[in-house]
């Protein structure tokens, strides 16, 4: 862990009893599951490999950031280990027919993934470029919080200029679809699609 600054706990594998798939995209499959020791519901993401995703969450500490508990580093068992968000994440709440959003809600949730974000860019330890908010990137927590969650595609600010192509098309700025040098303002585009 050179750059992130944040601690890596090792979480043993076999600690973990896997429950059903809760989602999932580009970078892994994510699964309810027991963390045995702790008695702890969590998430688990599953990764063919274990990079950068780690490190970055290793170094975040914030109400409206995913929290992170470990990874599992056991060829070929590599995971990350988060705080479950029992509501699931903003994209599925916000389509199911039967649940209502008030107004008041809604600008909570907005509020929320806004200081998220900000703490990412200006306050965090390492400053950090999300490059894929999206609403299935937003979770919703037991105590009805939004959580910004999913760092697969991020980047540590400085750390390069120009980035490779990362995200989801609808979500993405448009300096990200050409391969220009990407900024914070990027995933301000990704916020506005999201709050929009």
Known sequence: ????????????????????????????????????SQEMIVAVKRLLVLEKEA????????????????????DPNYCLVTEYAS????YSYMRNPNNELDFRQIVKWTIEIARGM????????????????????????EDWSCKICDFGASRFIGSTTKMSLAGTFPWMAPEVIQSFPVSEACDMWSFGVVSS
């Open 118 to 141: 900000n703490y990412l860019h200006w306050e965090a330890p390492i400053k950090v470029i999300h490059r894929d908010l999206k609403s299935k990137n937003v979770v919703i927590a």
């Open 1 to 36: 862990m050179e750059e992130g600054g944040g601690t890596l706990v090792e979480i043993p594998f076999d600690d973990l009893i896997f429950y059903e798939r809760c989602g999932g995209g580009t970078f892994g499959s994510v699964y309810r599951a027991l963390w045995q």
């Open 55 to 74: 490190q970055v969450l290793s170094s975040l500490s914030h109400r409206n950031i995913i929290k992170f508990y470990g990874a599992v580093i056991q």
């Open 87 to 90: 509501n699931g994440s903003l």
